[in-house]
């Protein structure tokens, strides 16, 4: 089994005549920690949405151990491009998991089947299996005593905590976090970094957007600036936070006053 789990190759995505991500390259290891910072706009969000093809790549190639995705073709204009088949691309959301800014949870559904959702209409885990796998993940996040609650009767914390349960169900190789506290008021932020901090002392293999710099210090084993749509720093989370060597990464660090690193 290769060390890199993960391997992007000139990555680009374009909306119309908008270029958001314009050639980036990117390796990930197995059980690596990776934090990606950047100016809104920049372009990181995307490269995540890219990764588990909740964006379609416009250009560039994406290999999930070891193997390429997709399957050389030619675009109408007769450049070339990839194409994916909807079986490979299930496969690929079950085994890069995603937890959005956004809770996405049904209203209409407890916790407990929100989360076994996904193994039953995806995994075709038998309803009992998907129970006890469900309650598991729940009670690793610290919400065995909601199971029967319904997500609005839930605070902004916990309903990305369920989030967070219902992507680890699917026991996903990677998880991807889109800035998953950008939505929650200041005091409910530390309960969900508690949890993504527990998960990345299990050696999980965990790329995170953010802006929260402080954690990113101390959950990161490499942190990636991302300007303009490109990668524009990369280093250890010392390099980039603390001695950033690239004008602009060292403009937009001096922006934030309170980093607790």
Request: glycine share 8%.
């Amino acid at each position: 089994m290769s060390d890199t789990v993960i391997r992007i190759r000139n990555l680009h995505k374009r909306f119309g005549d908008l270029h958001v991500v314009k050639g980036v390259d990117l390796e990930v290891k197995r059980g690596e920690r990776i934090a990606i910072i950047g100016a809104s706009g920049s372009g990181k969000s995307t490269i995540l949405r890219c990764l588990n093809f909740m964006e379609m790549p416009s250009d560039g190639t994406i290999e999930l151990d070891g193997k390429m995705l997709g399957t050389e073709g030619r675009a109408n204009d007769g450049g070339a491009a990839r194409t994916y088949s909807e079986s490979e691309l299930c496969e690929v959301r079950t085994r890069v998991g995603m937890v959005f800014q956004q809770f996405n949870l049904f209203p209409h559904m407890t916790v407990l089947e929100n989360v076994m959702e996904g193994l039953i209409t995806v995994k075709r885990t038998p309803k009992e299996a998907a129970r006890s796998r469900a309650t598991e993940q729940l009670a690793k996040v610290g919400l065995q005593d909601k199971l029967h609650a319904y997500p609005g009767k839930l605070s902004g914390g916990q309903q990305q905590r369920v989030a967070i349960a219902r992507a680890l169900a699917m026991d996903p190789e990677v998880l991807l976090f889109d800035e998953p506290t950008s939505s929650l008021d200041p005091e409910l932020v530390g309960e969900v970094l508690r949890v993504i901090h527990a998960l990345a002392e299990e050696g999980r293999t965990m790329l995170l957007v953010t802006h929260e710099l402080g954690f990113a210090y101390h959950f990161a084993d490499r942190v990636v600036f991302i300007a303009d749509g490109i990668v524009y720093e990369t280093g250890t989370a010392d390099d980039v936070l603390k001695h950033p060597q690239k004008e602009r990464t060292q403009a937009f660090l001096a922006r934030f006053t309170e980093r607790a690193f």
